[in-house]
Structures are given as C-alpha cells and as structure tokens.
C-alpha cells in the first residue's frame, strides 16, 4: 500500500477537487454553449435551451433509481446458483 | 477454381483445425498470417455468386459476395487477427483453434447466399464458440459452456425446422430479404433472434461469455451476436418487431449493467445492449438506419473487443480477478491497460472522436428522419445509460474507485499490441470516418462531425457522467446478482425435474406396495387351504378313506343301473 505522502498525484485530495472544479465549469460552458449553436430540431423539443444537458442527466438518475427498484426484487447472493 | 472463389471462410476453419498439430512457432505465425491472408481473399470477392455446389435438388451459393458481406467478413478477419495477437500467449491450444474454427465460420455465414450454407456454417459457429468457453477449464465454464450449447442448439432446431418451412413454402433455398408472415420466416427470425441476445434468451450471454478464459471472452464478443445481427440486416430488413426487442434490449443492458458487480459480466450486458441498438436499427430500415446498424457492428467489435482485452488483461495479471468489488486503484500500476479501457470506454460512449460516435448516431438519425419522436427520446437516453453503465462504471471500479492494494503490472507485449492497435482503430475510425463509409452497403453522405451534433452528443454524455458521481453512493458494488430470465431453467426448471422426480418415485413406490400387498394375500389365502394346517393337507387313515371309495363306487354302480 502507498503510504499517505506517496498517494499518486491522481488521487490526492487537492487534485480531486480540482477535477470537480474543472467538471462543473465544463458543464456550464456545454449548457451556455446552446446560445450560440442553432440545431436543425427534428422534434422542437431537442432544439430548446439546454435540453441535451436536462435530458442526459435526469434519464440517467431515472435508469439509476428504476435499476435499485428493481434490485429490491431480484438481487441475490453472488452464490445464489452454487450447488 | 481459383483462389478467389475459395471460400475465406473454410480456409479460417481449416487453419484453426490444424493449430493443435504445428510446433508453437509455425503457429504463431499462422495465428497471425493466416486471418490477414483470409482479410486479403475476403476482397478479391467480387459481387455475385463466386462458388455454387449442388446439393440435393438445390443450387448452394457458398460463396456470394456483397458490400454487405465484405463488410462482416472483414471486421470478423480483423478480430481473428487482433484476438489470435492478443491470445498468442494463451496455453490452451484448444481455444485458439476453436476461435479460429468459430471465426471462420462467421466469415462462411457471411458470405452464404443460401440458408442451407447458412445453416451449416451457423451450427460449426455453435460448436466452435463452445469449445472456446470450454477451454478455460473450470468447473464454472463447463456448466456455463453446456448452458450455453443447450440454448444455442435450441437456435440452431428453430432455424433449421424455419428453413425447411420456408423452402417447403416457396422451393427456394436463397438467402434473401423476407418479411415475418409465415411458420417458416417467423421461425428462422426466433432462430436469429437468439443468437442476437434478444428477450426472453437473453441471460446466456452474461452467464457464459464470461466465464471463458482472458482471452476467450475476446473472441466471444465479436462473432455470435454480430453474425447474428448480420443475417437480421439482410433477411429481415424493417421487420417493425425488430424496433420493440432492440429497444427492450437496450434498456435491459443498462439497467443489468447497473446492477452487475463482476466487470467482465458488465461488459457482457453492454453488449446486449449494443446489440439492440443495432437490432432497433434494422427494424427502423432504411438505408441510413441499415447503414448505421452495419457500421454501428462494425465499430463494436473493435471497442468491446478492446474493452474485454482490457478487462482481461486485469483477469490474466491478478490472477482471476474480476469483481468490481475485488479491483480499484489499477491505474497506477497498469498505465496502458487503463489509457486503452479508457479509450474502448469512450468509443463505446460515442464521444467525438471516437468510432462509436460516427456509427450509433445513423441509427438515431433515421428516428429522427422518419420521425420516430418516441424512438428518438429512447435511443437519447440510452446513449446517455451506454456512458452511465460502461463508459464511465467499467473504467471507474476497475482502474480508479479505492485503492484495492493490487499493483498488478501491464500485460505482456502481445496482449499490448492487441489493444494499442484495437485503441488505434477506435481513434482512427472516429477521426475519419470515410473509409469505412465507403464499404457500407449503401453509399451514404452522412456527416456525423456538425457543430449541434457535437455540442449535444457533449452534453448528453458529461450530464450522464455527472449523475453517476452524484449517484455513486447508489452504485456502492455488493456480491450480488440479479436474477434473469435464466432463472426460469436453472431454478424453476431444476424445481419442476425434481418434483416430477419424486412423484415418480413415490408413484413406482405406491404400485409396488399395492402389488406386494396382493402378492401377500394371495399367498395367505393359498397358505391356508394349501399350507400344512389347509384342508388340503391333512392325513386321513386308510379306514375313512376305504369308505369313501366304497360309497363313490356304489353311487356309481347305481346310477349306471338306473341308465342302463
């Protein structure tokens, strides 16, 4: 095991909270990019402000939240089919 | 006959066949020469029936080329080449030879312009891809192996009885585009349908590809699934149903995925789910929605084959490891098979960029083409859940989440170029995709790379990313499963046997009690009239007896009297 002050540049705290800081200023500029870009909408909806960003994430914590509702029925043991 | 009517497919059979019986160096070389040979022979095929043979009443096109079949037929000689690289350190020579044998044979369905071909190339496939899961040789895989050849011969009677309708029907055995009308086309559809994965059979695949070997897995992936797609595109083009089993295997894939702690079997419900991307595409149809499913094939077996060379790098260095629950922290050990799971994780995703980015969005442009809003909205969100499930889970618990404490190193060279040369590909085809859309079977002017497109394809992914770091709390791994279709024959079905069972032996129980019960009194009621106290058997002295004798003769004397 790495001891605390050899802790790879990736996972040291500082660094982490600088990806998260980077992450969200990405996020920002992806939604506010939607001001300038002008979609050929096929449906309306997909043209409107920030839908992709909405629409991705919410999707997402949907499919998370419907796959844990679902766990309550059919999780198992990992040695569930072992004889 | 020349070389170019040989059949590519046959030559990758025969080569696998004769791997076991070479000295390792000439098979290695083989290994790596011949599918290069084969992808060389794949395009001097030119269109049209290049090798008839009769058989029966019947004119077998063995060998028939298209656009469509170039295209299978090369990333099918592509894999074998990439795998066989990947594999050359694998010490079972079984599995290699059945990879062979197995990718062979796909190359041979590629290229069958009739069902019988068809048929027999899709049975060696079968055989093949159960010899490869069986040479991992454990107990696990072989149990896995004979669930999986049970499923796939069930396949195989469905297409044949299917085939043998249709010819019934129609006295062709041409292998050409059908609709889903008859006994004999709906049942060659359930046929394909199970190699594809598709519901309710859907659970053979995670319960047997993973338990092959790191390297039979590689192999695994590219072929059933993708033969399987490759007939649908042409046999069954726009067949509606198609859109509701792809759409049902998309979502599936996920939300398994989600729930999966083993990474390999993740990967495994990921190709579910890449699948029915495909899958819904061919019930879209249409040239753009056929084209996006053929290349959308294409770039898949790249990226997950990549993504399972990854993955089984890990299997190979720590000695079997493949529960997210058992890895964590691999990056730093493991630079290059991190950097090349990363890339397979993002081609899969469609990032810009990369080749699943310049095939899956055909599949949602002909939704939106022909106005599919629904369609539309599901394919959106499961492009989102593709970066969710294994774009960012699969790189996430096994390279980065803790620190498992494992430092295991990279791979050895071989399984290295395998995976920097499927890396390669991945980048290469996502930076420029026109060499592949020149071999498409139709010509196409899609341009994936507009400034909206990319734009929102950002946008969908990193929001989806951004759910799972909110979410990671939910997506804690446990040593669980979650229960599939698979449970109705390995649980109900054992359930059903055993109760049958025991009926039976309590019925044999009951008949055999009522028999020897009979037997009993039977012999009671012998034992008493015939037994040494029964009527039968007592003594009687001379006297007594003298009498009787006497009084019957006199009876008789006077009756003879009398009638005289």
Redesign the interface.
């Known amino acids: 095991?790495?001891e605390q002050t050899e802790l790879?540049w990736?996972?040291r705290p500082t660094t982490i909270k600088l990806l998260w800081r980077v992450?969200f200023g990405?996020?920002a500029l992806?939604?506010l990019?939607?001001f300038i870009?002008?979609?050929?909408a096929?449906?309306g909806i997909?043209g409107s402000f920030?839908f992709?960003?909405?629409?991705?994430?919410l999707?997402?914590?949907a499919?998370?939240?419907?796959?844990?509702f679902?766990?309550l029925?059919?999780?198992?043991?990992?040695t569930?089919?072992d004889d | 006959m020349t070389i170019s009517a040989f059949p590519p497919g046959i030559l990758l059979v025969l080569g696998g066949l004769v791997l076991p019986f070479v000295a390792p160096k000439v098979r290695a070389t083989i290994v790596l020469v011949l599918p290069l040979i084969v992808l060389w022979s794949i395009w001097q095929i030119g269109d049209g029936v290049q090798l008839a043979v009769p058989f029966l009443d019947y004119e077998l096109a063995v060998v028939k080329g298209d656009a469509l079949s170039r295209l299978f037929a090369t990333v099918f000689a592509i894999m074998a080449f990439a795998g066989g690289l990947y594999a050359l350190n694998q010490k079972q020579v079984s599995e290699l030879a059945a990879a062979f044998v197995y990718a062979g044979s796909a190359i041979g369905v590629a290229f069958a312009g009739d069902l019988i071909t068809v048929f027999v190339f899709w049975e060696i496939m079968a055989l093949g891809s159960t010899m490869v899961i069986w040479a991992a040789r454990t107990p696990e895989s072989y149990k896995a192996s004979m669930r999986y050849l049970m499923i796939h011969l069930l396949g195989g009677i469905l297409l044949m009885v299917g085939i043998v309708a249709h010819v019934a029907d129609t006295g062709s055995v041409a292998f050409q585009a059908m609709t889903p009308h008859s006994f004999g086309t709906w049942l060659m559809l359930a046929g394909f349908l199970i190699n594809a994965g598709a519901p309710p059979l859907t659970a053979w695949l995670p319960d047997a590809y993973p338990e092959a070997s790191f390297s039979g897995t590689v192999f695994l992936s590219a072929f059933t699934t993708k033969t399987a797609v490759y007939v649908l595109i042409r046999g069954f083009p726009g067949a509606e149903i198609l859109i509701y089993i792809g759409v049902y295997m998309i979502f599936y894939g996920i939300i398994y995925a989600l729930l999966e702690n083993d990474a390999r079997r993740i990967l495994s419900y990921s190709i579910i789910n890449q699948v029915g991307f495909m899958i819904t595409g061919i019930g879209i149809g249409g040239e753009m929605a056929l084209n996006g499913a053929a290349a959308h094939a294409f770039t898949h077996i790249i990226y997950k084959g990549l993504l399972l060379m990854s993955a089984g790098s890990v299997l190979y260095m720590t000695g079997g490891k493949r529960k997210c629950t058992d890895l964590g922290g691999l990056f730093q050990s493991m630079p290059l098979t991190c950097v090349c799971g990363i890339i397979g994780a993002l081609a899969i995703s469609s990032f810009p960029l990369t080749s699943g980015f310049i095939s899956k969005s055909m599949i949602a442009q002909a939704a939106s083409d022909q106005q599919m809003f629904f369609l539309w909205m599901c394919l959106a969100a499961a492009s989102a859940g593709v970066f969710l499930h294994a774009g960012i889970k699969f790189p996430w618990f096994v390279f980065f989440q803790k620190d498992s404490g494992l430092r295991p190193k990279d791979p050895p060279w071989n399984m290295k170029a395998a995976m920097i040369f499927f890396a390669f590909l991945c980048i290469a085809l996502g930076v420029a995709p026109g060499p592949l859309y020149d071999i498409l079977p139709f010509s196409t002017s899609y341009e994936p790379y507009t400034v909206p497109h990319v734009v929102n394809q950002l946008q969908l992914l990193l929001f989806a990313g951004l759910s799972f770091f909110l979410a990671l709390p939910l997506m804690k791994r446990t040593l669980t499963i979650s229960l599939d279709w698979d449970w109705f024959y390995r649980r109900l079905g054992e359930w059903l046997v055993r109760f049958l069972v025991r009926g039976i032996v309590e019925m044999r129980r009951d008949i055999l009690a009522t028999l020897s019960s009979l037997l009993e009194s039977f012999i009671r009621t012998t034992f008493r009239s015939h037994g040494p106290d029964g009527i039968m058997a007592r003594t009687n002295a001379v006297g007594p007896s003298v009498a009787v004798i006497v009084i019957m003769l006199t009876l008789f004397m006077l009756v003879f009297y009398i009638g005289v």
């Open positions: 095991m790495n790879n990736l996972v992450g990405m996020l992806l939604v990019a939607d870009i002008h979609p050929h096929a449906f997909d920030g992709y960003s909405w629409y991705g994430l999707t997402c914590l499919m998370i939240f419907f796959s844990k679902l766990a029925f059919l999780k198992r043991k990992d569930y089919y």
